[in-house]
């Protein structure tokens, strides 16, 4: 069978394979095997990748609108440094305990303190990223086993 032709088959096929219900979806992929001499896999693969064609290599990115302002962002930055860089959950537990603090603190209106108590650690982790990159280095310890400390210390042997 000529490549033209096979593939106006399986374009025929496809319309009926989509078409159809599970159970019948196994006879017309027996046809399509014999008529072809394809193997069952590869007959599949070759179904799947019709609707491909038609499709643009790429999808366009959803973009939800910002829920948390910069007001908030910076009050929640704020408090994560006082509190000296706790994890995410820590970090939303200790926003509801010093809640009465970052009022006086920083005098924040009942929409932001609404916000800032609604906030999911999965979020804080996201607003926090940039930061935490750029202070990974001092935060977590990066300290590595050098000769300089090794040679100021005295050794009794």
């Known amino acids: 069978m000529r490549l033209e032709l096979r593939m106006e088959y399986l374009e025929t096929i496809y319309q009926r394979y989509r078409k159809s219900p599970k159970e019948s979806k196994g006879?017309?992929?027996?046809e399509l095997c014999k008529v072809c001499k394809y193997k069952r896999k590869y007959a599949i693969w070759?179904?799947?990748?019709?609707?491909?064609?038609?499709?643009?290599?790429?999808?366009?990115?959803?973009?939800?609108?910002k829920r948390y302002d910069h007001q908030v962002l910076g009050v929640l930055e704020k408090i994560w440094e006082v509190a000296n860089y706790p994890w995410s959950l820590r970090l939303k537990e200790i926003i509801r305990l010093w809640l009465p603090w970052v009022r006086v603190r920083y005098r924040i209106s009942r929409e932001v303190e609404e916000k800032l108590l609604s906030i999911s650690p999965s979020t804080i982790d996201r607003a926090l990223k940039a930061k935490k990159r750029k202070l990974k280095r001092r935060l977590y310890g990066r300290t590595k086993p050098g000769t300089l400390l090794r040679h100021k210390i005295p050794v009794k042997t």
């Open 27 to 30: 006879k017309i992929l027996d």
């Open 46 to 65: 070759k179904l799947r990748q019709l609707p491909m064609r038609d499709k643009p290599k790429f999808r366009a990115e959803r973009r939800r609108c």
